[in-house]
């Protein structure tokens, strides 16, 4: 592998048509990528597609605003995540943008949160962490499972769009983060990218969603992470 989207939706209806399309040019470009679940069908589904590729992985949780009846079942989850093509929990965490107008909606997005959170620390994978509208109660939450846990907590967070400030406070709770397709169109995100060092960096599509320039507007795919990586060297000065 040359390139690996570290976060992508392969399993979802919106590549049905040429998913195998999809997935061939995956494999020509020398791409890998994580397929990334949001419920327990599509962690499910995302985990039987990756099995048919040694270039694909998988990860299992439940979004924290998806299927909002859907409780997080450990019974259920659990053996999906010790899968050893599973290599990370989520995409779990908080998004107070499309629910969380009441308290009551947050707790269920907080208890949903810690029991994977708890689980991650149990199994020993890292947590794909989404966070939008959210930040102060992420980062309290996190902040409290790393004085307990220390090192033992692992978490990449997701489709980072934030500040320089805001990245460094998760890369002082000791955070990944990766970069989506939506910094190939402004320079908004360009002062985060600075902050981070390389080794803390991860490059995604988050497809479908997000395509990067050129190809905003558009399906995006796997393998327009290179556009997202072509960005971030740029930033970086990185020949």
Same mark, same amino acid.
């Given at each position: ?31 890998? =990528? ?13 985990? %039987? /597609? $990756?099995?048919? !590729?040694?270039? &694909? ?92 846990? =220390? ?13 320089? %400030? /805001? $990245?460094?406070? !998760?890369?002082? &709770? ?66």
């Amino acid at each position: 592998m040359k390139l690996f989207d570290a976060h992508c939706h392969l399993q979802l209806s919106q590549f049905d048509a040429d998913r195998e399309a999809v997935i061939a040019r995956l494999r020509e470009k020398q791409v890998g =990528g994580i397929i990334v679940g949001t419920d327990l069908e599509t962690s499910r589904a995302g985990l %039987e /597609l $990756a099995k048919q !590729y040694d270039f &694909l992985w998988a990860s299992a949780g439940l979004h924290p605003n998806d299927n909002l009846d859907e409780r997080f079942d450990i019974s259920k989850y659990e053996p999906l995540m010790q899968d050893p093509k599973v290599v990370a929990i989520g995409e779990c965490g908080l998004d107070y943008f499309r629910s969380g107008d009441t308290d009551e909606e947050r707790e269920i997005q907080k208890q949903r949160f810690v029991l994977q959170i708890e689980l991650s620390l149990k199994i020993e994978k890292p947590l794909i962490i989404h966070c939008r509208n959210a930040h102060d109660d992420l980062l309290e939450i996190l902040g409290s499972y790393k004085k307990e846990y =220390g090192d033992k907590l692992h978490a990449v967070i997701h489709f980072f769009t934030g500040t320089g %400030e /805001l $990245a460094q406070k !998760y890369l002082d &709770l000791g955070c990944r983060l990766s970069f989506p397709g939506p910094i190939t169109y402004t320079d908004m995100y360009d002062e985060a990218i600075r902050v981070v060092p390389l080794d803390k960096i991860l490059c995604e599509t988050d497809s479908p969603f997000a395509a990067p320039v050129p190809f905003r507007g558009k399906r995006n795919e796997p393998a327009y992470v290179e556009e997202v990586v072509k960005k971030i060297a740029a930033i970086k000065k990185i020949q």
